[in-house]
């Protein structure tokens, strides 16, 4: 037990690094890119003790040069996850006992490492196997994930604080237990942040992970286990695993042991999965846990009285940084009339000014899209909007794939408020506008709301007090982060708690106490110091 009631570092969000021409930073990101690009990284498996190299290896290219490889990845069979399965419920024995002050400086110093000696590293893996511009990797692999490690220690301790009253002659206290079992994180492409957050968060509460990173991220999700394992994870802790995705979560799903999931990724998976333990409920010792982020189809809406050069910009960043490949990104936009072509005119400006290329070329706003299936996908409803009567291509529209995945930022027009580019997820630089009547406010929001499954972020635009306050009533439920004059993305930890409900997940707000509560089991425990040494109460004379 702890000799003390200990109070963590103050979490402060961590200083986004410009990486202007002439800075330091900007030279050390692009010698270990380099490092990176040229080298051949050889990634097995973590579990328990062991780095486990099957022979069953995957290429890891960049998506903006894919005919270059950069490493390969080993694949698990299916007794790799079972062992990491038996390695995890072992390594849980000390680490569950462990007092939470030494949990919490593990994980500070994580974050400590990240921001000083591995930044570079972060950052380097991020843009070359993720495709982020500096800026983008810089807000995500460094300050994002060194956000989520510093905020959680901090919210762990604000739990653990959480004490119930106690009368007279009665102490009540509550042990806030790890989960019985372990955890399975499966984490996504788009955020290193993310990625590392998914199995830390647990962990950091006493449980132990099967962790399964995208086939797309790990490059850089390797990174992250030097972290950890530098910054003192005991071994088992966090055992890391790549291959058939069907296959490793059949197996963990039918362990009398799987306690939780803390998942990201596409709304469909998420459902399997969750139908999957319903149909082994019986198998489990516990409840477990289902926590999930999943899809979006995100808006921005403007009032006629908005300002148009304030809502392009919007759209240029929330639809096209990261080439739309965030969750929250702006995917569908509903202008009035009066101000429709003056908005549509600014983001053409915008997009004509933007740079595509390589990463490592720090001029580019713009990089490639994951992979191919993700390029072909996005190609088809380009082709559809300009084969359809009730669209149009009025920006970009341009595609090429044969050096790396590029998809020119894109907005289509369309007549058709449940136009199919305005209900379905696309995942990339592609954004649908349709423009309502400016006397059709109120009609527009309800479009808003009904067009989509998802409830993930959403933006509205204007200067009438009123009309904010009617869309904010009236989109109550169509986004879990809602924005009033900003874009729909760029949620930071500590300040805008982040998930959705509707399709776009269970709303467990990563960055906040209320994600770190699922991943314990309270104890209540009642002492009394005298006892009652007769069952009669007075009522009996």
């Given at each position: 037990m702890g000799k003390g009631f200990f109070h963590v570092p103050?979490?402060?969000?961590?200083?986004?690094?410009?990486?202007?021409?002439?800075?330091?930073?900007?030279?050390?990101?692009?010698?270990?890119?380099?490092?990176?690009?040229?080298?051949?990284?050889?990634?097995?498996?973590?579990?328990?003790?062991?780095?486990?190299?099957?022979?069953?290896?995957?290429?890891?290219?960049?998506?903006?040069?894919?005919?270059?490889?950069?490493?390969?990845?080993?694949?698990?069979?299916?007794?790799?996850?079972?062992?990491?399965?038996?390695?995890?419920?072992?390594?849980?024995?000390?680490?569950?006992?462990?007092?939470?002050?030494?949990?919490?400086?593990?994980?500070?110093?994580?974050?400590?490492?990240?921001?000083?000696?591995?930044?570079?590293?972060?950052?380097?893996?991020?843009?070359?196997?993720?495709?982020?511009?500096?800026?983008?990797?810089?807000?995500?692999?460094?300050?994002?994930?060194?956000?989520?490690?510093?905020?959680?220690?901090?919210?762990?301790?604000?739990?653990?604080?959480?004490?119930?009253?106690?009368?007279?002659?009665?102490?009540?206290?509550?042990?806030?237990?790890?989960?019985?079992?372990?955890?399975?994180?499966?984490?996504?492409?788009?955020?290193?942040?993310?990625?590392?957050?998914?199995?830390?968060?647990?962990?950091?509460?006493?449980?132990?992970?099967?962790?399964?990173?995208?086939?797309?991220?790990?490059?850089?999700?390797?990174?992250?286990?030097?972290?950890?394992?530098?910054?003192?994870?005991?071994?088992?802790?966090?055992?890391?695993?790549?291959?058939?995705?069907?296959?490793?979560?059949?197996?963990?799903?039918?362990?009398?042991?799987?306690?939780?999931?803390?998942?990201?990724?596409?709304?469909?998976?998420?459902?399997?999965?969750?139908?999957?333990?319903?149909?082994?409920?019986?198998?489990?010792?516990?409840?477990?846990?289902?926590?999930?982020?999943?899809?979006?189809?995100?808006?921005?809406?403007?009032?006629p009285n908005s300002r148009p050069k304030q809502v392009a910009t919007a759209i240029s960043r929330g639809a096209f940084e990261f080439q739309g490949q965030k969750c929250s990104a702006a995917s569908r936009v509903y202008l009035p009339k009066s101000i429709a072509q003056e908005v549509l005119d600014f983001v053409k400006a915008d997009v004509e000014s933007f740079k595509m290329g390589s990463p490592e070329d720090m001029n580019n706003f713009i990089t490639a899209v994951i992979h191919e299936g993700s390029f072909d996908k996005l190609a088809s409803y380009i082709d559809q909007a300009k084969a359809d009567q009730d669209a149009e291509i009025v920006i970009g529209g341009n595609y090429d794939k044969s050096k790396g995945y590029f998809i020119q930022p894109t907005v289509i027009l369309t007549t058709n408020p449940k136009y199919k580019t305005m209900t379905t997820e696309l995942f990339g630089p592609v954004v649908t506008v349709y423009i309502y009547e400016d006397e059709k406010w109120a009609e527009a929001l309800q479009l808003v709301d009904t067009t989509s499954e998802y409830g993930l972020t959403g933006a509205v635009f204007s200067n009438d007090r009123y009309a904010v306050d009617e869309a904010t009533k009236a989109l109550e439920n169509s986004a879990g982060n809602f924005y009033i004059n900003d874009k729909p993305t760029g949620a930071v930890v500590g300040q805008q708690p982040f998930g959705g409900a509707r399709a776009s997940g269970t709303n467990d707000k990563a960055g906040s106490m209320l994600n770190l509560l699922r991943w314990v089991s309270p104890r209540l425990i009642k002492e009394t110091f005298v006892s009652p040494e007769d069952y009669r109460y007075p009522f009996l004379g």
């Open positions: 103050v979490a402060v969000n961590e200083p986004v690094k410009s990486y202007a021409p002439g800075n330091p930073e900007r030279e050390e990101v692009l010698n270990q890119y380099k490092a990176y690009f040229n080298g051949s990284e050889d990634i097995p498996l973590y579990i328990g003790s062991e780095e486990i190299r099957t022979g069953n290896t995957r290429s890891i290219t960049p998506p903006h040069d894919h005919q270059h490889v950069i490493g390969q990845y080993h694949l698990a069979e299916k007794s790799h996850i079972e062992k990491a399965i038996a390695d995890a419920l072992e390594a849980r024995k000390k680490w569950a006992a462990l007092t939470w002050e030494q949990r919490a400086a593990v994980f500070l110093r994580a974050a400590d490492l990240i921001a000083g000696p591995y930044r570079a590293k972060m950052n380097a893996a991020t843009m070359i196997g993720q495709s982020k511009n500096i800026h983008q990797a810089e807000i995500d692999s460094a300050c994002e994930i060194i956000d989520f490690l510093r905020f959680n220690v901090e919210y762990m301790s604000q739990i653990y604080n959480d004490q119930p009253e106690s009368s007279e002659g009665i102490w009540n206290r509550v042990e806030y237990r790890p989960l019985e079992g372990f955890v399975y994180a499966i984490t996504p492409f788009n955020f290193t942040a993310i990625a590392g957050n998914l199995p830390a968060s647990a962990a950091m509460m006493g449980n132990v992970v099967v962790w399964k990173p995208s086939d797309s991220q790990i490059f850089s999700a390797k990174v992250i286990v030097d972290v950890f394992k530098e910054a003192g994870v005991p071994d088992g802790v966090i055992n890391v695993v790549y291959g058939d995705p069907v296959m490793i979560t059949d197996t963990v799903l039918a362990s009398p042991d799987f306690t939780g999931i803390h998942f990201t990724g596409s709304t469909n998976v998420f459902k399997s999965i969750w139908a999957k333990i319903g149909s082994n409920i019986h198998t489990y010792k516990t409840y477990p846990r289902i926590v999930g982020e999943t899809g979006g189809k995100d808006f921005i809406i403007a009032h």
